[in-house]
């Protein structure tokens, strides 16, 4: 009579996850997008969740166990819902979640960074901290008891770090050390905003500081103890790495089709750089300014950022809204240093309703000598900021992210698919060229080359480093021997291949992606295509597989394994 009971009940589950409606999948999905968001805080209030804004994850073994069984079995469940009758867009939702519960179980189950990379904890402390500051959600005095919150949870997070890092991995240690030193001085200089904005709560903010940065200190001289038993390699292995990209990326081409493309497209480029013949530099002399401050430097780069929107949208390739968020430059904080040398972008939450983005730049001086001041004075003057702004800004991650992010559909609006977020910024610097932003100066074409070849070896390094065929020693010879030598810069761009699979490949992979699309839609509609009107239609969808945009689309779907 048991065995009945629980066949009915199996029946019955079976039977209600196949008939479910789409009104249902999504009432569904609004639960699973909380579990995620209970699981890890931080990530939630990155993307603009604020309800456990209080809170850092909870990495006790009991609690990894308990989400690595939800997770498999929201897999499951998922994989016996029928999608027949489904719109497009509510079929490629479906598949998205599903992803996006995939990507989830990876790191926890089948690769357990959680078990090898100290930065699961320190970047869960560190970055709770400062996306609490960083985003613009809520007056200070409804930010400080959740300061609280997380200041007080960051001792538990650092003993379960020391009972689950059973398997470290050397660079992962080397790391997470460089980064947990700076983010403890931002922890204290986020501490000091909010004492001096609260100065009778002082001793209670320095209390709470004191055992957080205590707790994290220690875990440091912990992590570099462990530097010596570590002996596990960052390879995920062929197989996981071509699972991530046909489950996760939801790619349709595998590590060795992608392994030939960057080597193809290197020879491509570095031939093609080697046949230009560049005019003489401008070695005119000029008169520097008398001053120059760090301020007025900040400035010129958000001139450059604003001149680079009004040309994309006085050139008509891409519609934006008048309420469109600003992009703000700022240095780049000192605990992301330990992975970013050069530049990047940080977007707005998903679901904050301030867009403001920030472009991070390279740390500036108080002061300019002037030697400094001469320099400077000169790359404003040949505007040499002006393609960083094209990456980054627009038409690159800004306008893409911030378009994303009026997507109405939750699901789509938590996705962060790097191949089409990387791939269309590095789209943007070939199209911005072609376009005219630089007449023609070929020397920013070359910087398009160079672009280009960067990103093919990116490719050729990422599949060597997560297939085993490359160690990080190699990757750096690898990259100085094909680059040029910068081992400054290529030490933080291989922890970060490290630690992150598949995103180093996701630049090159996703701009030949939207290029195929593009020709596609080109033929298409070979007496009506409008570049401006592709690119309004790429960018509604959200930040999600390229794939799935040319399914929908008819575009097409695989890059070709050449240029």
Same mark, same amino acid.
């Not at 002996?231 to 062929?238: C, D, L, S």
């Not at 911030?402 to 269309?424: C, D, T, V």
């Given at each position: 009579?048991?065995?009945?009971?629980?066949?009915?009940?199996?029946?019955?589950?079976?039977?209600?996850?196949?008939?479910?409606?789409?009104?249902?999948?999504?009432?569904?999905?609004?639960?699973?997008?909380?579990?995620?968001?209970?699981?890890?805080?931080?990530?939630?209030?990155?993307?603009?969740?604020?309800?456990?804004?209080?809170?850092?994850?909870?990495?006790?073994?009991?609690?990894?166990?308990?989400?690595?069984?939800?997770?498999?079995?929201?897999?499951?469940?998922?994989?016996?819902?029928?999608?027949?009758?489904?719109?497009?867009?509510?079929?490629?939702?479906?598949?998205?979640?599903?992803?996006?519960?995939?990507?989830?179980?990876?790191?926890?189950?089948?690769?357990?960074?959680?078990?090898?990379?100290?930065?699961?904890?320190?970047?869960?402390?560190?970055?709770?901290?400062?996306?609490?500051?960083?985003?613009?959600?809520?007056?200070?005095?409804?930010?400080?008891?959740?300061?609280?919150?997380?200041?007080?949870?960051?001792?538990?997070?650092?003993?379960?770090?020391?009972?689950?890092?059973?398997?470290?991995?050397?660079?992962?240690?080397?790391?997470?050390?460089?980064?947990?030193?700076?983010?403890?001085?931002?922890?204290? *200089?986020?501490?000091?905003?909010?004492? /001096? #904005?609260?100065?009778?709560? &002082?001793?209670? !903010?320095? =209390?709470?500081? @004191? %055992?957080?940065?205590?707790?994290?200190?220690?875990?440091?001289?912990?992590?570099?103890?462990?530097?010596?038993?570590?002996?596990?390699?960052?390879?995920?292995?062929?197989?996981?790495?071509?699972?991530?990209?046909?489950?996760? *990326?939801?790619?349709?081409?595998?590590? /060795? #089709?992608?392994?030939?493309? &960057?080597?193809? !497209?290197? =020879?491509?480029? @570095? %031939?093609?750089?080697?046949?230009?013949?560049?005019?003489?530099?401008?070695?005119?002399?000029?008169?520097?300014?008398?001053?120059?401050?760090?301020?007025?430097?900040?400035?010129?780069?958000?001139?450059?950022?604003?001149?680079?929107?009004?040309?994309?949208?006085?050139?008509?390739?891409?519609?934006?809204?008048?309420?469109?968020?600003?992009?703000?430059?700022?240095?780049?904080?000192?605990?992301?240093?330990?992975?970013?040398?050069?530049?990047?972008?940080?977007?707005?939450?998903?679901?904050?309703?301030?867009?403001?983005?920030?472009?991070?730049?390279?740390?500036?001086?108080?002061?300019?000598?002037?030697?400094?001041?001469?320099?400077?004075?000169?790359?404003?003057?040949?505007?040499?900021?002006?393609?960083?702004?094209?990456?980054?800004?627009?038409?690159?991650?800004?306008?893409?992210?911030?378009?994303?992010?009026?997507?109405?559909?939750?699901?789509?609006?938590?996705?962060?698919?790097?191949?089409?977020?990387?791939?269309?910024?590095?789209?943007?610097?070939?199209?911005?060229?072609?376009?005219?932003?630089?007449?023609?100066?070929?020397?920013?074409?070359?910087?398009?080359?160079?672009?280009?070849?960067?990103?093919?070896?990116?490719?050729?390094?990422?599949?060597?480093?997560?297939?085993?065929?490359?160690?990080?020693?190699?990757?750096?010879?690898?990259?100085?021997?094909?680059?040029?030598?910068?081992?400054?810069?290529?030490?933080?761009?291989?922890?970060?291949?490290?630690?992150?699979?598949?995103?180093?490949?996701?630049?090159?992979?996703?701009?030949?992606?939207?290029?195929?699309?593009?020709?596609?839609?080109?033929?298409?509609?070979?007496?009506?295509?409008?570049?401006?009107?592709?690119?309004?239609?790429?960018?509604?969808?959200?930040?999600?597989?390229?794939?799935?945009?040319?399914?929908?689309?008819?575009?097409?779907?695989?890059?070709?394994?050449?240029?």
């Amino acid at each position: 009579m048991k065995a009945i009971v629980i066949a009915m009940i199996i029946l019955t589950v079976t039977s209600v996850a196949a008939a479910m409606s789409p009104g249902q999948f999504y009432a569904h999905a609004d639960s699973v997008i909380d579990r995620l968001a209970r699981f890890d805080p931080v990530w939630a209030t990155n993307l603009g969740i604020h309800t456990y804004d209080s809170l850092l994850a909870d990495y006790s073994k009991g609690n990894i166990e308990s989400h690595i069984k939800y997770f498999q079995g929201e897999v499951e469940f998922l994989s016996k819902i029928d999608t027949t009758g489904w719109t497009i867009d509510q079929s490629i939702d479906y598949r998205l979640l599903v992803a996006s519960v995939k990507s989830q179980l990876f790191p926890l189950k089948k690769f357990p960074y959680w078990k090898r990379a100290p930065s699961v904890y320190s970047d869960q402390c560190i970055n709770g901290i400062y996306y609490l500051a960083l985003r613009d959600f809520a007056p200070l005095e409804v930010k400080l008891p959740l300061l609280f919150g997380r200041l007080r949870r960051i001792p538990g997070v650092c003993r379960a770090a020391r009972a689950n890092l059973t398997e470290p991995v050397a660079i992962f240690v080397e790391t997470s050390v460089e980064a947990v030193d700076e983010g403890v001085k931002l922890i204290q *200089d986020v501490c000091r905003t909010f004492a /001096d #904005s609260f100065p009778g709560q &002082g001793s209670q !903010i320095a =209390a709470a500081r @004191d %055992s957080a940065v205590a707790a994290l200190r220690d875990f440091n001289v912990h992590i570099m103890g462990l530097k010596a038993s570590a002996n596990t390699g960052p390879a995920i292995g062929k197989d996981n790495l071509n699972f991530m990209l046909s489950e996760i *990326d939801l790619l349709d081409i595998d590590s /060795d #089709s992608l392994l030939s493309l &960057g080597k193809n !497209i290197y =020879a491509w480029a @570095d %031939s093609q750089m080697k046949a230009i013949k560049l005019p003489a530099k401008d070695t005119t002399a000029r008169f520097p300014l008398p001053s120059l401050s760090k301020q007025d430097l900040l400035d010129y780069y958000q001139w450059e950022i604003n001149k680079a929107r009004d040309w994309a949208v006085g050139k008509g390739l891409v519609t934006l809204p008048p309420d469109f968020g600003r992009c703000v430059p700022v240095e780049t904080p000192p605990f992301l240093r330990a992975t970013i040398r050069g530049i990047a972008y940080e977007p707005p939450g998903a679901f904050d309703s301030i867009q403001t983005g920030f472009f991070y730049v390279r740390p500036l001086p108080d002061s300019f000598s002037a030697e400094q001041r001469t320099s400077n004075f000169d790359y404003i003057h040949r505007r040499g900021f002006r393609g960083s702004v094209v990456h980054e800004a627009y038409p690159g991650h800004h306008m893409q992210l911030l378009l994303a992010n009026r997507q109405e559909s939750r699901i789509r609006k938590i996705q962060q698919n790097l191949i089409l977020i990387e791939g269309w910024a590095l789209y943007s610097e070939e199209m911005a060229y072609r376009e005219g932003l630089y007449g023609e100066d070929l020397r920013q074409w070359n910087g398009v080359l160079g672009g280009i070849r960067f990103r093919a070896v990116r490719i050729i390094v990422d599949i060597g480093l997560h297939t085993g065929a490359m160690t990080p020693d190699s990757a750096m010879q690898f990259m100085n021997a094909k680059l040029g030598e910068n081992p400054f810069y290529y030490t933080a761009e291989i922890r970060r291949y490290c630690l992150y699979p598949t995103s180093a490949l996701s630049y090159l992979t996703g701009k030949t992606m939207i290029m195929a699309m593009r020709e596609q839609a080109t033929r298409q509609d070979r007496d009506s295509f409008r570049l401006g009107a592709f690119h309004d239609r790429l960018l509604s969808e959200g930040s999600i597989p390229p794939a799935m945009i040319a399914e929908k689309y008819g575009w097409g779907k695989s890059p070709k394994t050449g240029p």
